[in-house]
């Protein structure tokens, strides 16, 4: 487990001799044994930028055992509609992987097993919903860094992408598979955060379609599905941990059971819960209504900094 204070002192250690330097000029950087060492290593290029922009401002604060809020609101989805998540928790998320992808050079799928032998960090923090409330707690979980040094960024990538379990519309239970895959059209009761309507009757008693736009326009409605998107300086920090543990318990299914993303210093509704898939892309505009997020989509901001 990684001990705040003595994070935060080699922490700041890093990032005052790398300001120093940076005051020098950049032909200094190149004499310090450290950065040649990083080099040398071939470690991760954004894993010393991040260190590099590192002040102490950039933490969030940690609080004491003592601070841990005795009931912390659940908000959002607190129990996913959806079929394949629903059995997901009779299993006890047995047999659950999660994938990691996109642009990366190494992708992989990890079982929670496996994620729990990963580096561990625990925090205590606050988290600050939009609608005016905050909670403190205590999470668990592998810091995302450690991910997607496994995965290997391509040089093009710029944002990593939450994919989530839960549909965001009123309630109906769907039958879309959680990693997205329809297993049959579902009846979505809010059309209006559907991207694609049901046309597919009258396509058939249309006989053939003109040409092949038209049949791809009139697929079964697609669930909405929350979703959100960071940066690569939000990745790497130290406090964004992917948490299987809230207050020393497997995080429950209110709080995104089997995962969820803590990603401090940013408004609660930048917490993915119910993450399954994490998909490194350059742009994400390609990606839901195109503003990177459930939320952005409603006209949140994409930046959730506090
Ligand atoms: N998948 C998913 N993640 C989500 C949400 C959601 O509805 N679905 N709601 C967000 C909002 S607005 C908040 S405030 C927090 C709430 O986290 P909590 O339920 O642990 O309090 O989760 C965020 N992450
Ligand atoms: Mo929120």
């Not at 600050?128 to 409330?133: I, N, S, T």
Request: with cysteine.
């Amino acid at each position: 487990m990684i001990r705040p204070p003595n994070r935060r002192a080699l922490l700041m250690g890093a990032s005052a001799t790398a300001a120093a330097a940076m005051l020098g000029g950049c032909d200094r950087l190149g004499e310090m044994g450290w950065f040649k060492r990083t080099l040398a290593t071939g470690e991760d290029a954004n894993k010393f930028v991040q260190r590099l922009l590192l002040t102490e401002r950039t933490l969030t604060p940690e609080y004491a055992e003592a601070d841990i809020s005795p009931f912390f609101k659940p908000n959002g989805t607190e129990d996913p509609p959806d079929k394949a998540y629903k059995a997901m928790v009779r299993r006890k998320f047995a047999g659950f992987q999660l994938e990691v992808g996109g642009l990366v050079e190494k992708p992989f799928k990890i079982s929670l097993a496996d994620l729990r032998k990963l580096p561990v960090r625990t925090q205590i923090t606050r988290h600050d919903c939009v609608e005016g409330w905050s909670c403190i707690g205590k999470w668990t979980g592998v810091p995302l860094s450690e991910l997607l040094q496994r995965a290997v960024l391509k040089p093009s990538a710029r944002y990593v992408v939450f994919h989530c379990a839960d549909t965001m519309d009123q309630g109906e239970a769907s039958n879309i598979d959680a990693t997205g895959g329809a297993e049959a059209p579902v009846a979505n009761p809010n059309p209006n955060m559907t991207k694609k309507v049901a046309g597919s009757e009258s396509v058939k008693g249309a006989g053939d379609p003109p040409d092949g736009a038209l049949a791809e326009d009139a697929g079964p409605p697609e669930p909405v599905r929350f979703y959100e998107s960071i940066d690569l300086v939000d990745t790497y920090h130290p406090q964004t941990i992917l948490a299987y543990e809230m207050n020393g318990k497997t995080l429950p299914v209110a709080h995104g059971a089997p995962l969820r993303l803590r990603l401090e210093r940013n408004l609660g509704y930048k917490q993915a819960k119910y993450v399954m898939r994490i998909e490194v892309v350059e742009s994400f505009t390609d990606i839901g209504e195109g503003k990177g997020g459930y939320w952005e989509d409603q006209g949140y901001a994409w930046y959730g900094g506090i």
